[in-house]
């Protein structure tokens, strides 16, 4: 099935450790996000690729750094810079960016907890 | 920044009625997108007007955009206990592939 995957669903990290969220799409998309949400709050845009080995900071990325290296996976790691890092983090993925009129296939998230 | 403010927070509403949920941006944008999404879940595309429309329907949802005042509206009409869920708007903008989502409405529609 084609689609979007992320994983884990749950993390759970002490404090000071580094941790990675994998986000793998098998859509042929060029474009990829990462967001982070709060409870009862919007999405915020923290990394995005348009194209293998190239990325841009979104409205939130210190703490946060990501790697495109493949086209189909864009893994989203979480420093120990991040200073509060507990929430649910989205990954989503769309066609080229010059096909402009396209919708986003979002996954089902990973919910991380610092304990 | 934010783009894609959205009001109301909440709205609350019984089952048959109609369902309107506001959203406003601030940069130049390719297409307006509106996305639900079930509490804990990942989100799920709706509908997506592109810049140079005013109005679009599908099924029981019409979405409107009015580019002159950087808003967009999405109704719902005959709502139902499913509809219940968060709807976020998310603006599409013009230079690059950046999509930038609002706070969203959480709507909750009661039997």
């Known amino acids: 099935d084609g689609g979007i995957t992320q994983s884990p669903k749950y993390l759970f990290r002490k404090e000071g450790q580094n941790v990675t969220l994998s986000c793998e799409q098998n859509?042929?998309?060029?474009?990829m996000y990462w967001y982070r949400q709060d409870p009862g709050q919007g999405l915020r845009l923290i990394y995005y690729s348009q194209i293998v080995n190239d990325f841009q900071k979104g409205d939130i990325a210190e703490g946060y750094s990501v790697s495109r290296e493949k086209k189909e996976s864009f893994p989203l790691t979480v420093t120990s810079a991040q200073k509060n890092p507990t929430a649910f983090y989205l990954c989503?993925?769309?066609?080229?960016?010059?096909?402009?009129?396209?919708?986003?296939?979002f996954g089902q998230g990973t919910r991380l907890t610092v304990v | 920044s934010q783009q894609g403010e959205e009001d109301p927070q909440a709205l609350s509403i019984q089952e048959g009625e109609n369902a309107t949920m506001n959203c406003s941006y601030k940069?130049?944008?390719?297409?307006l997108q509106w996305y639900r999404q079930n509490s804990g879940r990942g989100l799920v595309h709706l509908i997506l007007?592109?810049?140079?429309?005013r109005e679009k329907h599908s099924g029981r949802l019409r979405v409107t955009l009015d580019t002159s005042k950087k808003s967009s509206s999405l109704l719902i009409t005959a709502s139902r206990a499913a509809d219940t869920a968060s709807y976020f708007c998310?603006?599409?903008?013009?230079?690059?592939?950046?999509?930038?989502f609002g706070e969203g409405t959480q709507l909750t529609v009661n039997p």
């Open positions: 998310a603006a599409k903008e013009t230079s690059g592939s950046r999509l930038t």
């Open positions: 007007i592109r810049s140079n429309e």
């Open positions: 859509l042929n998309h060029d474009a």
């Open positions: 989503a993925s769309s066609i080229l960016p010059g096909q402009a009129n396209t919708e986003a296939f």
């Open positions: 940069t130049s944008i390719n297409n």
